[in-house]
């Protein structure tokens, strides 16, 4: 009997589309709003609102699951009964979490689809794989200025755009499978900093708090790992940190010019902040003195 209640699969599926129609409605329409309050006056609907029947089909699942969790604790090992039970508990739980994945799946669709009409442009953020992780406010430094931007995380990128007129003007995406993330301590100028070493570009960014930093590192850091887990190769692939030695961020925390007296002189452009091999422990903990006195950290 269990399998035949994926069939709630659908209903789950569409539950908040229904229910945001609905109170859409409501709020927008006084005879709709009306007409819910007579029937709920309805001897027969038990003074149940529409809401409450639009739940109840979401609401069985677990309950039965929890029923059946009360047999079995409550069933002798011994008893006749008790392999068919647990038997049973088993199957409904698949049953839940198939509806659970399902829901969550649609759940992630609608996210991507709302934001996507949130950009100008063409951008696309539609696909089976794709899936949505947060989004929120960072402030990126550049080598000419500082930047508040939106950040958005999904399971293989981050992308960042600017927000103009109540519209995101895409700016970048950032590839999740070659790059890290390197900490980077407070100073007088600067809190909350942090890094995002791509393949072939570095960026800077702080938080306006310690525990946003913190819960957009792990956040970001946890994506990566899975990407990595699933193909090790990845590693190899990426990059050291370089930032321009004339932008904002290194007159700010860079290292002065003795610190490279009598060394081979390198570009304008770029120079090499982070000489730390790509496969390292990325936390600024984890470097020696030496590096972090380089660059400009310690």
Known sequence: MAPMFKLYTEYARNYLTALNTLNTLVDKNLKFREFLEL??????????????????????????????????????????????????????????????????????????????????????????????????????????????????????????????????????????????????????????????VGEKKTYTVYAESRMLKDQWMKDINKQISILVEIDPTFIGRRSKVKMRRRGMFWRLIGPGPEAFAGEKKQTEEEWLIADIPPQAPISTSNRTSAQLRRSGIA
């Open 39 to 196: 029937s709920q006056r309805i001897e027969d609907n038990n003074n149940l609102s529409i809401h409450a029947f639009l739940i109840a089909p979401i609401q069985r699942l677990p309950r039965i699951i929890l029923l059946l969790n009360d047999l079995k604790i409550h069933t002798p090992t011994n008893h006749v009964d008790y392999v068919n039970i647990e038997l049973a508990f088993e199957q409904f739980q698949q049953v839940t979490d198939h509806v659970n994945d399902s829901v969550r799946a649609a759940e992630n669709s609608i996210k991507l689809i709302e934001l996507q009409k949130r950009f100008s442009g063409r951008i696309n953020f539609l696909g089976p794989a794709k899936k949505f992780i947060r989004e929120g406010i960072l402030h990126k430094i550049t080598s000419r200025l500082e930047r508040t931007c939106w950040f958005f995380l999904f399971n293989d990128e981050l992308v960042y755009a600017y927000e103009i007129m109540g519209y995101y003007h895409h700016k970048g995406s950032i590839p999740l499978n070659t790059s890290w993330i390197r900490d980077i301590e407070d100073t007088a100028n600067w809190k909350n900093l942090f890094q995002i």
